[in-house]
């Protein structure tokens, strides 16, 4: 891998309606608006040889329109954090002051994940994409995946409560940016601290 442009999906239904889904098996799909931002991602940023995608159905349809006729890979340890008690409510309803109170290795109540434990999964994501053969490869993520990246490419570690990503807005990074991200991030799951 040469270049590794990365994006969040395009705006769902069910980020619409502010509700919070960690769960790949809910198909999600992506609102007018959203597919027209998937088609505008692919327009800004032209071809890939591969396009990456999460289990989550959003995800991929942004990939296949943003890069038709192109290569789909599915990554599983790039898959939304799973949110436990609060799948499936609205933002705002829980989820965040649970998240701006607890530990980054505090596993979310109700079956959910730690967010250490996300960034574990998310560094041997990006960790697969860095060894494909593939020269420039797309890959459609959600928020916390590309939040994650870009801060640790600035040299910075996970932070308690991440800024928003906008929806199919491309991020591009080169290899060695990859690789030293990767490093960042396989260094603070070691001892993860907010």
Same mark, same amino acid.
């Given at each position: 891998?040469r ?18 889904? +960690?769960?790949?098996?809910?198909i999600?799909?992506?609102t ?10 692919? %327009?800004?940023? +032209?071809p ?7 289990r989550?159905?959003?995800? /991929?349809?942004?990939?296949?329109l ?7 890979l599915?990554i599983p ?10 799948? +499936?409510? /609205? ?10 109170s ?13 967010r ?5 999964r ?9 060894? /494909? ?8 993520a959600?928020?916390?995946?590309? /939040? ?27 290899? %060695?940016?990859?690789?030293r991200a990767?490093e ?7 001892a993860?601290a907010?």
């Open positions: 891998m270049e590794l442009v990365v994006a969040r999906h395009g705006e769902s239904e069910l980020n619409a309606d502010n509700v919070l889904n +960690g769960d790949p098996e809910v999600v799909g992506l007018a608006r959203g597919e027209e931002q998937a088609r505008a991602l692919g %327009a800004a940023v +032209g890939v040889d591969l396009a990456a995608h999460t989550f159905a959003r995800t /991929r349809r942004t990939a296949e943003a890069w038709p006729d192109t290569p789909l599915e340890e790039l898959d939304e954090i799973r949110f436990g008690r609060w799948e +499936g409510t /609205r933002s705002g309803n829980g989820y965040e002051a649970w998240a701006s607890s530990g980054p290795e505090d596993e979310c109540p109700g079956g959910g994940e730690s250490a434990a996300a960034a574990r998310y560094a041997r994501g990006f960790g697969l994409l860095l060894g /494909r053969s593939e020269d420039r490869i797309g890959l459609v959600h928020g916390a995946q590309v /939040r994650y990246l870009l801060l640790a490419v600035a040299g910075s570690p996970p932070v308690r409560i991440l800024e928003h990503v906008q929806p199919a807005s491309p991020y591009r990074l080169d290899r %060695a940016e990859l690789d990767i960042l991030l396989e260094a603070w799951t070691t993860p907010f």
